[in-house]
């Protein structure tokens, strides 16, 4: 078995941490035609009473490949569901609460839930996917310099998990690189009892959480430590 960010071959593709190769996520993508995929939602990813949509920094639109059509509820269930309850056992840096469901994740955190359904996937939908997901970073973290928990730990996913393009081209550095002074900038490196008053105020950035040393915020920087550290 690979080790967190090398490179996956095609024999692994047969482990227990993915999909049986009964699994077909080709069936579930839409094909180039202009038609309307087959299992596409009308108004899926609209907000109702029931599932409100998020709003703030990141907000459902984009990210939402459910509500696009790309997907089908169906498959980011089984996907969401494969990486809660076997990928996360392997190497589990990104842990979600147990009674989150991927309707939730979908809403709340529809970045994360994005990077989550590019690293369950396979084959032709997770080319797919890794680029709607790279797109949306880039768009997020460089273009508009954003900066959260939740951008953070998908950058942990998806480099964790990482899969290199078929070209050949490898984000994998940038994205770790990316990682890194995210959650430098974040403060989780600092633990909550850091003042202001220690004559590094240079440190302190206007995205600095207000709870550093929540459950997630320390595994967050442990995954940058280890991916880091190769």
């Not at 998806?158 to 994998?172: H, L, Q, R, V």
């Amino acid at each position: 078995m690979a080790g967190a960010g090398q490179k996956r071959n095609i024999s692994e593709y047969q482990s227990d941490s993915y999909p049986p190769m009964s699994y077909n996520p080709a069936m579930n993508t839409p094909g180039m035609s202009s038609e309307p995929h087959p299992h596409y939602i009308p108004g899926a990813g609209i907000p109702s009473a029931e599932h409100p949509r998020v709003t703030g920094p990141i907000v459902l639109g984009d990210a939402d490949v459910v509500g696009r059509g790309l997907l089908h509820a169906d498959t980011a269930n089984e996907l969401f569901n494969h990486y809660t309850n076997h990928m996360t056992r392997q190497m589990p840096i990104v842990v979600l609460p147990n009674d989150s469901s991927s309707e939730y994740m979908r809403n709340a955190k529809p970045v994360l839930f994005l990077a989550i359904l590019s690293v369950a996937s396979v084959h032709d939908l997770q080319a797919k996917l890794t680029k709607e997901i790279t797109r949306l970073l880039a768009d997020h973290v460089t273009v508009n310099g954003e900066k959260s928990l939740e951008l953070l730990q998908a950058l942990l996913v998806i480099t964790t998990w990482y899969w290199p393009a078929t070209n050949g081209n490898s984000n994998y550095f940038h994205f770790v690189h990316m990682a890194a002074v995210m959650a430098k900038d974040l403060g989780i490196d600092r633990s909550s009892a850091f003042k202001k008053d220690q004559n590094f105020d240079f440190l302190n950035t206007n995205h600095s959480l207000s709870d550093k040393g929540t459950v997630e915020c320390r595994r967050a920087w442990l995954g940058c430590y280890v991916l880091c550290s190769r």
